[in-house]
């Protein structure tokens, strides 16, 4: 377990340095306990774009990122439907974890489903909480229907491979359930006439409901994400005055939910027996690695404002990467591939900052 150095970008060491990290020589060593337990049997993930694995293939939307140059530094360098050049948070945490990158549940077969007890991935780009959010653009896989899905796999598929029922809970109390979902919901129905805090309330009130399912089901074990600053988002900073500053009147109504998602898993810890919770201050991560607010130049070697694809971005309405878009040479450089998702470089940034450095991923022990 821990992050075989040979999936390391030999950019690594520089990249540390820049991150400011006081200690350079702290390489994973196998001493260091792995975070969260370890031994899970399987990694489930529920979320949106940030870790959609190719759900969104097979639904009719407008919301693809199936096509080059996505997935062009994915092994074999093909598009898969992650919105990255190459793996997403989600990826790196399997990795970490020792497991297969959990597949999109809408690419499998019947006959694979009944041969898969390490994961599966139900993401799906636009969708949220709330059941609408994310239709305007077509089909997507709101929260609950992503429980639902999992409900699926369990009756059709998991009573299957696991013969008894109390193998079944064994196997459900020890998989990792990790989450990443809500911003499409503030995309969709957040503007600044609204009181934030009540907001964030019935946003996290939509997104507990779910969480209990989980539970009810049988999971034990989440590992959840809070929501990313979009107000520093290349799709966002692009229209801001003065340009390229960030939206802080949106991170501050983003920061007011992922406040109370922290404070909502303690209680829920108490609440829900043998639960454990790791909180990942997403948030926070992507925020420091961009750098301050007003950031006009970067304040490290890589792009922190612009993204890898389209390479030339005005901000204009279509705010993503098209199959006829002309990409960076260097993914390397940049913390977003397209305007509105990281690079794998930032997403395993992001798995150095958990896993290694401890400072982005939190057991909730309170
Ligand atoms: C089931 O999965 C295993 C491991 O991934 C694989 O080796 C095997 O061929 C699969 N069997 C079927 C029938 O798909
Ligand atoms: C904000 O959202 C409310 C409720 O959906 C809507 O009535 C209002 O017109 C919106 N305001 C702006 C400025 O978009
Ligand atoms: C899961 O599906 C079963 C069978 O369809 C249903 O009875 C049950 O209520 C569902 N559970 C949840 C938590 O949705
Ligand atoms: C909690 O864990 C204990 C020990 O494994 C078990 O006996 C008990 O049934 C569990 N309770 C719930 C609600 O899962
Ligand atoms: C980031 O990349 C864009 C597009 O390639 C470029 O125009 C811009 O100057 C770069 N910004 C910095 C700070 O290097």
């Known amino acids: 377990m821990g992050l075989p150095s040979s999936l390391k970008p030999c950019v690594f060491l520089v990249f540390l340095f820049l991150l400011n990290v006081s200690t350079i020589n ?76 959990a597949p999109a549940f809408k690419g499998l077969t019947e006959e694979q489903k009944n ?47 696991f013969k008894t029922e109390s193998e079944l809970t064994k196997h459900l109390a020890e998989s990792l359930f990790m989450t990443a979902i809500g911003i499409n919901d503030y995309v969709f129905y957040y503007n600044t006439t609204m009181d934030p805090s009540a907001f964030a309330d019935k946003l996290l009130h939509d997104f507990l409901i779910q969480i209990k399912r989980l539970y009810n089901l049988g999971a034990r074990n989440f590992f959840m ?28 109504a983003i920061e007011i939910f992922n406040v109370q998602l922290r404070e909502s898993l303690s209680h829920m810890r108490h609440k829900l027996s043998n639960t454990s919770f790791l909180y990942s201050d997403y948030f926070n991560f992507m925020l420091e690695l961009r750098g301050p607010s007003n950031n006009q130049v970067s304040s490290n070697l890589l792009n922190t404002t612009s993204p890898c694809c389209p390479k030339v971005y005005n901000g204009g309405l279509t705010a993503t990467c098209l199959p006829l878009s002309k990409a960076c040479k260097e993914p390397d450089m940049f913390i977003f591939f397209d305007p509105r998702h990281p690079t794998q470089i930032a997403n395993f940034m992001y798995a150095i900052q958990c896993f290694q450095e401890r400072e982005v991923c939190h057991v909730v022990i309170d």
């Open 225 to 252: 994400n809070n929501i990313k600053p979009l107000g520093c988002y290349p799709n966002i900073i692009a229209k801001t005055v003065p340009r390229g500053s960030c939206d802080d009147s949106l991170n501050h």
């Open 115 to 161: 041969n898969i007890s390490t994961g599966i991935n139900y993401a799906s780009a636009s969708c949220g909480i709330f059941p609408d959010t994310g239709r305007r653009f077509g089909e997507c896989l709101s929260l609950s229907v992503q429980v639902d899905l999992f409900n699926q796999t369990i009756d059709q598929n998991l009573k299957k491979i």
């Open 26 to 101: 702290s390489e994973p060593s196998n001493e260091e306990p792995v975070l969260f337990g370890g031994n899970f049997q399987a990694l489930y993930v529920i979320g949106d774009s940030l870790i959609d694995s190719g759900n969104n293939n097979n639904l009719i939307t407008k919301v693809k990122s199936n096509f080059a140059p996505y997935g062009s530094d994915f092994e074999g360098g093909k598009p898969t439907g992650r919105f990255s050049n190459g793996k997403t948070i989600a990826d790196y945490i399997a990795i970490y974890y020792g497991l297969p990158l």
